[in-house]
Structures are given as C-alpha cells and as structure tokens.
C-alpha cells in the first residue's frame, strides 16, 4: 500500500526556520516526482514545491522561491522541506504528495497525500 | 502565482446532474492535462480524475470530466449526499513552471 508520512510541523516564530520531513512507503520512491502543496484555514490549496525523482529538477511558487528548499532523500525514501525566514501567511497544513507518472519530471497528478502536517507562524 | 478560476459553489438535489468548471490559460489548462480533485471535510485532498477524463479505479462512473481549449469541466451526475465536498481542478502551468490549483467549488447536496 502507497502511504506518505509527513512530520516535522509545529508553532514557529516569524522569521524563523523549521523542517518538514515526508516518509513514503509501498511504492520505488526514487523513480516518482513528490511535490509539497498547503492549505491555509479554511482556504484552497495552494502548490509549493515539486522537486524531481532525482533532484535535478526543483520547482518553487513564487510565494516562497528563496525561502523554502526541497530536497530528497532516496535511499532513505524521504522528502523534505527546509523554510526559513517564515512568514504568518505561511500557516498551514502541508501535505506531501506523490506523482502519478513514474519518471515525470514535474507534477501532472497527485495521486498519494499524506493526512498533513501543520504549521503555525507567530507574529 | 496564477490560479485556475473555478465557481465558489455549486449545488443539486440527490439525483441530479451537476456541473463544475474551470477556467485556466493556454499555458495551463489549455496545454496539459487537468486533474479533478474531490476534498472531504477534514481529510487529504484524492484524484477523481487525471488526463483530462480518466478517472482511476475505485471512483465512480457518476463522475466525468472533459476539457475545451483552456477551460475544462466536472460533471456528477447522480448527485449522492456523500458528494458533498470540496472540488479543485490543477494543472502544469509551462508560462510559471509550476502547478496551479483552481479556486475550489464547494458542492452541496439540497
């Protein structure tokens, strides 16, 4: 069974740093593109970052491009998601998620989400 | 970042037919594929449809989509009470290099 695990959220200053981690199981974790994507209280979903099966290629919304890194791990099978300098408008649930196509370089479909992590920025 | 416009709500009657759309850019919608994604109060976002029109195993046939030029749309038809969710269409967007999200459609069953 595919599953993707994220952790790492919590209550951080503005200004300041945390690091999301995302766990994937059931699937060949270095051959599919994993994407970040969040969702402020009762908002839409908004996609962050997407970063391909073999780091070369990594993509960033403008709202967080400088801020926010993706980066991956694949002989742990572990995406990760290092914010700095984080912002009150950066709270959020964050998901992780998984690519449909194996070997696609960007996002076409998320078929996999994990159940979120939240994050919560102090002014 | 561009988002894909999409109606804030739709609603019908069990049984009925409703239709969702969105309205993206050449670019966007208008050059790969769109995916429907159905939110439940409270959970993770699932694919209801991918590539414009397939829907992935498990979701029922009550649900099809298609897609015109850069606009593309949901269809339910047999609306049930457990419809009722959050609806959002996404697609690569080329122009920004990223993945855009619609607006989301909130339907509601009468």
């Known amino acids: 069974e595919v599953q993707v695990l994220e952790s790492g959220g919590g209550l951080v200053q503005s200004g300041g740093s945390l690091t999301l981690s995302c766990a994937a199981s059931g699937f060949t974790f270095s051959t599919y593109a994993m994407t970040w994507v969040r969702q402020s209280p009762g908002k839409g979903l908004e996609w962050v970052s997407t970063?391909?099966?073999?780091?070369?290629?990594?993509y960033y919304a403008n709202s967080v491009e400088g801020r926010f890194t993706v980066s991956r791990d694949n002989s742990k099978r572990t995406l990760f998601l290092q914010m700095n300098n984080v912002r009150v408008e950066d709270t959020a649930v964050y998901y992780c998620a998984k690519e449909r196509i194996q070997f696609l370089e960007w996002t076409s479909a998320l078929d996999s989400w994990g159940q979120g992590t939240q994050v919560t920025v102090s002014p | 970042q561009s988002v894909l416009t999409q109606p804030p709500s739709a609603s019908g009657t069990p049984g009925q037919r409703v239709t969702i759309s969105c309205s993206g850019t050449r670019s966007s919608v208008g050059g790969n594929s769109v995916t429907w994604y159905q939110q439940l109060p409270g959970t993770a976002p699932k694919v209801l449809i991918h590539?414009?029109?397939q829907r992935p195993s498990g979701v029922p046939d009550r649900f099809s989509g298609s897609k015109s030029d850069s606009s593309a749309s949901l269809a339910i038809s047999g609306l049930q009470s457990e419809d009722e969710a959050v609806y959002s269409c996404a697609a690569w967007d080329d122009a920004i290099k990223g993945y855009v999200f619609g607006t989301g459609t909130k339907v509601t069953v009468l």
């Open positions: 970063i391909s099966s073999s780091s070369i290629s990594k």
């Open positions: 590539s414009n029109n």
